[in-house]
T-cell receptor
Framework: EPEVTQTPSHQVTQMGQEVILRCVPISNHLYFYWYRQILGQKVEFLVSFYNNEISEKSEIFDDQFSVERPDGSNFTLKIRSTKLEDSAMYFC?????????????FGPGTRLTVL | AQTVTQSQPEMSVQEAETVTLSCTYDTSESDYYLFWYKQPPSRQMILVIRQEAYKQQNATENRFSVNFQKAAKSFSLKISDSQLGDAAMYFCAYITGANSKLTFGKGITLSVRP
């Protein structure tokens, strides 16, 4: 069964460093998403992406964040200068984009720890 | 503001028994979709069940079923014949448009006693 994959599973970085989180969405899906979950809190939407551009973003997704689809398979989230409060689980998701409300399928997540 | 409320932070059930997890939501949209996701200790988000708001019939998926009360904006999840593998965090969520964002509740931790 097709699934969303994410790498790395755990990333440790120093405050102020740049990190890139990688995702491979399900191959025939057209919409891609990033969510984050701070430990013990609810899952929060960051950004959605379609047709090589951002379709929606939350107030969390400020200038420190960017997303890219560098090739036909990968979808990346870059945090330019990490802060302690960026420590969280980051989930990538994808959906079919059929025009109806398609279920979003989540990857296993990347745990980001900022020291 | 559009919100999802899961008022019970924790619940416990005996193996093989039935448990119901509560969820209420608030949206002004008339067309929306509701979901329950399971997050085991691995922290992966796994879809359990979905419900289209325009459908009156409650969704079922094997041992999982929902009680969808549209007027009350309530969407509870019933797990029948609970198994040890059901122990996880369960999140209620909704979406109001195609390819839009999911809005999640805070989740409920379910433990299953052997």
């Amino acid at each position: 069964e097709p699934e969303v994959t994410q790498t790395p599973s755990h990333q440790v970085t120093q405050m102020g460093q740049e990190v890139i989180l990688r995702c491979v969405p399900i191959s025939n899906h057209l919409y891609f998403y990033w969510y984050r979950q701070i430990l013990g809190q609810k899952v929060e939407f960051l950004v959605s992406f379609y047709n090589n551009e951002i379709s929606e973003k939350s107030e969390i997704f400020d200038d420190q964040f960017s997303v890219e689809r560098p090739d036909g398979s990968n979808f990346t989230l870059k945090i330019r200068s990490t802060k302690l409060e960026d420590s969280a689980m980051y989930f990538c998701a994808s959906s079919g984009g059929s025009g109806r409300v398609d279920t979003q399928y989540f990857g296993p997540g990347t745990r980001l720890t900022v020291l | 503001a559009q919100t999802v409320t899961q008022s019970q932070p924790e619940m416990s059930v005996q193996e093989a028994e039935t448990v119901t997890l509560s969820c209420t939501y608030d949206t002004s949209e008339s067309d929306y979709y509701l979901f329950w996701y399971k997050q085991p200790p691995s922290r992966q988000m796994i879809l359990v069940i979905r419900q289209e708001a325009y459908k009156q019939q409650n969704a079922t998926e094997n041992r999982f079923s929902v009680n969808f009360q549209k007027a009350a904006k309530s969407f509870s999840l019933k797990i029948s014949d609970s198994q040890l593998g059901d122990a996880a965090m369960y999140f209620c969520a909704y979406i109001t448009g195609a390819n839009s964002k999911l809005t999640f509740g805070k989740g409920i931790t379910l433990s299953v006693r052997p």
